[in-house]
């Protein structure tokens, strides 16, 4: 009985994640990895971007030490909002791989709100410098 139904709802499943509806498990949870106290500098490499200003540093292949970080210096647009998509993808390609020191600032839920560095300059002015649009939660639009 359990192949049976394996069978009949694969149609469904298969539909489902053609359509994006479905995407494996992501391979950090926030919070993982435990978080830098205020005043505090670490540095590692980019394992995953969340959105335009959240991303996971961390150790390859041990999420559970994976650090879940905002930056403090940019505020980039929801990822309903049409320009969310492109700051993510902009963070990705800057950012993915590469290591930053980052300053942990405080804590906004189960993340880190920090200024990071990529190769000694601000990653939020980096962004900024390339035309990424701002305009997060409670920050004014900037284009």
Known sequence: MPILIKIRFAPAILVAWAAGA???PALA???EGSLPASGTTFSEVVRWVGDGD????GPAGQPSRWIEGRLADFYAPELHDPRG???KRRLE????GRTLVCRALSRSYDRV???CTLGGRSLGAVLRGSDV????RGRPRRS
Do not use: H, K, N, Q
């Not at 959240?54 to 540093?57: A, D, E, R, S, T």
């Not at 649009?133 to 997060?136: K, L, T």
């Open 22 to 24: 479905w995407a494996p």
């Open 113 to 115: 709100v920090a200024t």
């Open 54 to 57: 959240g991303l996971c540093i």
């Open 85 to 87: 998509s492109e700051a």
């Open 93 to 96: 390609r800057l950012a993915m």
């Open 133 to 136: 649009s701002e305009g997060g």
């Open 29 to 31: 949870d926030s919070g």
